[in-house]
């Protein structure tokens, strides 16, 4: 079984979505093309999240990596604080940050044993995150631990029942961070079950495919070329409930 140690070893070596930037990591390049990239392939976040929502009111990010979400927050005058289990992540997140003329307060910190009071935040935002940890229930009580009440919480873990799981299986293409010490998927009544102690839960299935930067060859030219536009002009109600992605939004 992995251990908190065995996670944090792992996220000090790896960044999300190091392979689509030729810039030297940390450089102003690098930020700007994590950012592009970040919202390309999860579009759908500039439309369920309200970046701009949290003027004035505290929001952490648990698991923050780079800061690439949690700048947009920054920019949308929330006072913000961001977590991550890896000394080389917030590092990079305070590099964004300070490049960008935006205040943050950056902490190295486990998400399963947060270092803040009860009831501290008006949001906690945890995207991509649960997946990875060594204890998913602990996480998640500690996020709903130092949330206001009446406060938001948004979860983010991926479909064991989607098209990309399948797919990846078919393809025999590995998943992003599939040597990763932890790596779960749920369905979506199982992250429903996980995310019972908040008052309510909403859970939206999103991340259906897009054309994709990663991957070469004749597999990633029948996926371009091919699946992704069949895929696509599915019905969406028919899809829906296979979407990549489960993103919950949650109100203690």
Known sequence: MATVDD??????????????????VGSRGFFDDL???????????????DFDGYRGRRVLEVGCGAGVDLARFARGGAIVT???????????????????GLRGDFRVADGESLPFGDDSFDLVYAHGVVQYTANPERLVAE??????????AVFQVYN???????????????????DAPVLLKFSIGEFKRLLRGFAEVRVVPE????????????????????????????PRSMVQPFGWHLLAFCRK
């Open 160 to 178: 064991r029942i989607s098209w990309l799981n399948a797919l990846s299986h078919l393809m025999k293409v590995g998943l992003e961070h599939q």
């Open 7 to 24: 996670v944090r070893a792992y996220w000090e070596r790896h960044i999300h979505d190091l392979e689509i930037t030729q810039h030297p």
């Open 207 to 234: 991340r259906f495919p897009v054309k994709s930067r990663l991957h070469g060859g004749w597999k990633g030219a029948v996926y371009n070329g091919l699946f992704v536009g069949a895929f696509n002009v599915l």
């Open 82 to 100: 961001g977590v991550d289990l890896a000394e080389s992540a917030i590092a990079l997140a305070r590099a964004n940050f300070e490049q960008q």
């Open 143 to 152: 996020c709903r631990r130092v949330l206001k009440p009446g406060g938001d």
């Open 35 to 49: 950012d592009q990239y970040h919202f390309e392939k999860l579009h759908h976040l500039l439309r369920l999240v």
